[in-house]
């Protein structure tokens, strides 16, 4: 169902700082940079190997990203598993008895379509699925 491992979400207050981390500590590359208003967040996502970290800064703080951050501070946020065909893998957690948090696809970063399983059912692990644009 998963080819591998998209990326790794990190929630993070001070944009800046976490790409001095990633891009100069850790020698990742810079990829792209985009502001994603329906999920309330500037991304900037960083090479490693084929697949990236994705840093996410709330835009607000009455966004699913902002409301993390008061929670728990900046740190891992969520996986997420590259599929081919994302309404195939929807049908099949959900069949598993997985809870959705989105029964449809979204427009994700880069015009990805993905979707959220809920971490009550995923053993605390908000879990995104992602089917790349082609
Ligand atoms: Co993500």
Do not use: C, W
């Amino acid at each position: 169902m998963f080819g591998r491992i998209d990326h790794v979400g990190v929630a993070v207050e001070d944009l800046d700082a976490a790409i001095e981390l990633y891009s100069r500590d850790f020698e990742m590359a810079e990829q792209h940079r985009e502001t994603v208003e329906a999920f309330g967040v500037e991304a900037v996502l960083l090479e490693v190997g084929d697949g990236h970290i994705e840093l996410l800064r709330p835009l607000s703080a009455d966004t699913g990203v902002g409301r993390f951050l008061k929670r728990n501070g900046p740190g891992l946020h969520h996986v997420a598993y590259a599929t081919d065909d994302i309404e195939a893998a929807l049908e099949r957690v959900k069949a598993a008895g997985l809870r959705l948090i989105d029964e449809r696809p979204r427009t994700g970063i880069r015009n990805s379509r993905v979707a959220f399983l809920h971490p009550k059912s995923t053993g605390g692990v908000l879990t995104e699925l992602v089917e790349p644009a082609h």
